[in-house]
C-alpha cells in the first residue's frame, strides 16, 4: 500500500531548489478536498514528507512510519489509509523517500482500500504525467486511435498540443514501449485486445479502474466504493482512465460504449473535467467521477 512511511534525516542538505509545486489532500477518492496548495519555491532536496510537514498539521502511527492523520483528518476504520500519489501516478515507495520535482502535482487521498488495494494511475492531476514526467523524468507520448475516431482523437492530441506536449499519432494496438504515456482512443469494442483494457476488465483489484463494460462493450457498470454496481449506463456513455501494469508507466483509455460515447470522454480530457477524480465516467453530457457516490 502506498501509505508514507517516515524517515528520519531523509530529504536533509543543499539543493537547487524547485518551483510551482501542489499539495493535494483530499478524502474519499477525492469527493471532498480537505487541503489545495501550492508552492511557487520549494527548499533543495525537498521530499514529500517534508512538504506535508510544512504544509499541514500531521501526526504519525507506529513510530513514525505511517501517517494517522492530515488537519485533523484520519482512517475511521480499519480498512481506510492514507495513499499519495505524484503526477497522477501511485508512488512506490515512502514519501520520505519520494523527491520533489518542478512541476510536481502531489495528491493524498484517505480512502477504503478493500476493493483496490493498489491504484496504480488516477486522472485527477492532468495534464500530468505528460508535462513534467514520473520521478522528474519525462516520457513520449503517443496516441493510438481506433477506426472511426478520428475527430476525438483530433481532440485530444489537441489538448496535449495546447499544454505544450507533443504527441505522435498511431494506430490503435500499434504498440509504443514500456518508457512511452500512451493514450489509447477508441470504442470498448475495439480496445478489448489491448493489455489495458484487459487489466480494466479485471477490475478495481487488478486496475483500480470502479468500472466495467458489459454485453461487448454495449453498457458501462459504474461501481461505488466498496466494488458494488451504482449504475449502467448504454449508448453515449464514455470512460477516461488509467492505469498501469506493475512498475510500468501508466496508459490512459478515452473509451465508450459507441462512437458518441468516445467523443464524450474526448471532450472531458481537459483539467477541468479531470481535476481530482480517480476516472471520470461520462453519460452524454453530464459527467460522473468514479467510484461513484451511492447516493448520487
Known amino acids: 500500500m502506498a501509505v ?14 524547485t518551483h510551482n509545486v501542489t499539495l493535494t489532500v483530499t478524502r474519499g477518492f ?17 521530499t514529500v514528507m517534508r512538504m506535508l510537514e510544512r504544509s499541514l498539521r500531521i501526526s504519525t502511527r507506529y513510530g513514525g512510519g505511517f501517517v494517522e492523520s492530515l488537519d485533523g483528518f484520519g482512517p475511521s476504520a480499519s480498512s481506510i489509509d492514507w495513499f499519495y500519489y505524484v503526477n497522477g501516478v501511485q508512488a512506490p515507495i515512502g514519501a520520505a523517500s519520494t523527491s520533489v520535482h518542478p512541476g510536481d502535482r502531489i495528491w493524498w487521498d484517505l480512502h477504503d482500500w478493500r476493493v483496490a488495494e493498489s491504484i496504480p494511475a488516477v486522472v485527477g492531476s492532468f495534464p500530468e504525467p505528460f508535462v513534467d514526467g514520473i520521478g522528474g523524468k519525462r516520457y513520449p507520448v503517443t496516441v493510438q486511435c481506433g477506426p472511426g ?14 499544454a505544450h506536449v507533443p504527441a505522435a499519432p498511431q494506430v490503435l494496438g500499434a504498440g509504443s514501449g514500456s518508457d512511452t504515456l500512451t493514450v489509447v482512443v477508441g470504442t470498448w469494442a475495439q480496445l478489448r485486445p489491448e493489455v489495458v483494457a484487459q487489466l480494466i476488465a479485471q477490475g478495481p483489484s487488478a486496475s483500480g479502474v470502479y468500472a466495467r463494460f458489459r454485453a461487448g462493450g454495449a453498457s458501462l457498470q459504474l461501481l461505488g466504493p466498496a466494488g458494488e454496481v451504482v449504475r449502467t449506463l448504454g449508448a453515449d456513455a464514455g470512460l477516461v482512465a488509467a492505469t498501469a501494469e506493475q512498475s510500468s508507466v501508466p496508459t490512459w483509455v478515452v473509451t465508450g460504449t459507441d462512437n458518441a460515447g468516445v467523443a464524450a470522454a474526448a471532450r472531458a480530457f481537459n483539467a477541468s473535467a479531470l481535476r481530482d ?17 451511492p447516493l448520487r
Open 277 to 293: 477524480h480517480f476516472a471520470l465516467a461520462v453519460d452524454g453530457s453530464a459527467q460522473l467521477p468514479i467510484p461513484l457516490d
Open 30 to 46: 477525492g469527493s471532498r478536498t480537505i487541503a489545495s496548495i501550492t508552492r511557487r519555491n520549494v527548499p533543495g532536496s525537498e
Open 149 to 162: 475516431v478520428g475527430a476525438a482523437c483530433k481532440r485530444v492530441t489537441s489538448v496535449l498540443d495546447a
Open 4 to 17: 508514507a512511511f517516515a524517515c528520519g534525516g531523509c530529504g536533509l542538505g543543499p539543493g537547487p531548489g
